[in-house]
């Protein structure tokens, strides 16, 4: 008995930690457009609006991207600032999107003329790295 209530203190402290770490987690499939309600939270009322800016900016700091939910046109070049001291990567699954972003550097790309929709991204070597892009 005692046995099964430590087992499931640990699996409960588990699910406990990962629903902690995934808060910023964007959740949904990558690659995929879906409509701005998708399972990521990133919609149009909350997302950070870069629609007007060309090229828009991404920034990573502290394993995070910032805005990890925003609106760009398919038009516009990136971005993306890489502050911490490791690598990273912007990837968005089922695209061409899969940008290095070498520890303190900064990655300047063109326009992906993805189709509209919400896309996830996220970082391939550390994947609680999330996000969500509209595409107008």
């Known amino acids: 008995m005692r046995r099964i209530a430590v087992i499931s203190i640990a699996v409960l402290s588990l699910t406990l930690i990962g629903t902690a770490c995934s808060k910023n987690d964007s959740g949904g499939t990558g690659g995929s457009p879906s409509g701005a309600g998708s399972a990521s939270g990133c919609t149009d009322a909350n997302a950070v609006d870069l629609t ?7 920034t990573v700091k502290d394993f995070a ?3 990890n939910c925003f609106k760009a046109a398919s038009t516009s070049s990136i ?3 890489n502050n911490d001291s490791v690598d990273h990567t912007f990837t968005i699954d089922g695209t061409q999107v899969d ?3 070498p520890a303190g550097q900064t990655f300047n790309g063109e326009s992906a003329g993805l189709a509209a929709g919400t896309y996830q991204f996220h970082c391939k070597i550390h994947p609680q790295m999330t996000g969500s892009v509209i595409v107008v």
């Open 52 to 58: 007007a800016d060309n090229p828009f900016t991404i």
């Open 65 to 67: 991207f910032n805005p």
């Open 79 to 81: 971005t993306i600032v």
């Open 99 to 101: 940008a290095p972003l």
